[in-house]
Each structure stands twice: as C-alpha cells, then as structure tokens.
C-alpha cells in the first residue's frame, strides 16, 4: 500500500531565516506530487505541483520554491522565511497520467516569529 | 480558475442528527471530492463523484452530484463525535489539473 510521510512535524524558524520541508511517498511509482498551504481563514492552497523529476509548476508567486530530485521526494524551499509564510503545509500525491483522488500527508505545521 | 463556495462555514448539531453540507461551483464540475480533516493532520479522502445524479455512500455519510455538476451535498446520518472535524470539497478543473478546494465547513458534534 501506497504511504506519504512528511517532516518536520511541527517547525519554529526566525523571519529572515531558511527553509526545507520533505515530502515522500513509498508504494508507487511516477506519482504526481502536490504542495498545498493551508492558512486560517483561507482555505487550501496549492503552491506547487510536479508531474515528474525536475517538473515543477509554481501556482502562486512568492518567496518558497519546489524541487523533486527523486522520482518519490518533493522538497518545499525559503531561502529567506516571511511572517506570511507561516500556516500548515499539505503534501500530496495521486497516481501519475491525470490528476484523480489526491491522498494528503500529515502535514508540517510551520510559525515563522 | 474555478471556485467553490462551501455552506455554512460552521455546524454545531446534536449527536444523532442529521446533517447536510454543501458545495457550489461557479463551472461544470469534472469530478467532485469529499474530504475529512481533523485539527492539525492531513486530510482524508471520503469519496469522489463524476457523474451528474451521481450518488455515493459511505458507512453514514452519503454525497450526490446534481445532474448539472455544478453542485455537491454531503449528508450524515445520525451523526456521531467521530464525524466532528472539517469537511473540504475539491474540485477537478479539467481531467489534468490539480484540484481546488472549497474553504471547508466546520463541524462540531455536541452530546
């Protein structure tokens, strides 16, 4: 059976300071892989997709990057974290060739101070 | 890009009582996803619905698909704690997309 793992569970960085969030999934191959945010008040939103290595689509300018240099590991980035940038970080996958039932991981709750 | 509007933001409903929730779209859905998310963990995929008139059921939860696939209900049966939690619908804009996301409905189930 297909799992994601996400780490760190839970983060508290300085603004100004750097970021990386990791994302896995074990059980299947060429997945498409998803990073979502989720702030109060509004709702899920989708920061970057990537449909195989080294394909990334950025859906909302800002300050955070994606790299996917594995085929099963997606990598959300900051070099230099903003107080904005704090809310809850959903990584997900569904199974490659079209979009379908996306399956989320448990998430990384990030405060930027 | 297409948006889904949930209703209402928020539920506080009596253990045992029936419920409905619901999800507008402002296009013609492709498909139409129903999920469960407890404070601070991932979300967690209930069911999917493609067809217009569809209907789907799950333990005491049962979705539909209006026949113009613009709209969503999401009805529990006697509701117990364990439905307590928020309930996002998403959205697939056009077969090979990410899905979109309605901002979710709240749900507290109170003894």
């Known amino acids: 059976s297909q799992t994601i793992h996400q780490w760190p569970a839970t983060l508290v960085q300085p603004v100004g300071s750097p970021l990386s969030l990791e994302c896995t999934v074990e059980g299947t191959s060429n997945p498409n892989l998803y990073w979502y945010r989720q702030a109060a008040g509004r709702g899920l939103q989708l920061l970057f997709y990537s449909v195989g290595i080294g394909q990334i689509s950025s859906e909302v300018p800002q300050n955070l990057s994606a790299s996917r240099p594995q085929d099963r590991q997606f990598i959300l980035s900051s070099k230099k974290l903003l107080l904005s940038d704090s809310g809850f970080y959903l990584c997900?996958?569904?199974?490659?060739?079209?979009?379908?039932?996306?399956?989320f991981g448990p998430g990384t709750r990030l405060l930027v101070l | 890009s297409q948006e889904l509007e949930q209703s209402p933001q928020s539920l506080i409903v009596q253990e045992g009582k029936n419920l409905t929730i619901n999800c507008t779209s402002s296009k013609t859905l492709y498909g139409l996803y129903w999920y469960k998310q407890k404070y601070g963990e991932g979300l967690i995929f209930l069911m999917m619905?493609?067809?217009?008139?569809e209907e789907k059921s799950h333990e005491k939860i049962t979705a539909k698909l209006d026949e113009k696939k613009q709209q969503s209900s999401l009805h529990i049966t006697a509701s117990q704690p364990s439905h307590a939690g928020i309930y996002l619908c998403g959205a697939d804009q056009s077969g090979n997309t990410p899905l979109v996301f309605g901002k979710g409905t709240r749900l507290s189930v109170i003894a």
């Open positions: 997900a996958w569904s199974v490659g060739g079209g979009v379908g039932t996306q399956y």
């Open positions: 619905l493609q067809k217009g008139g």
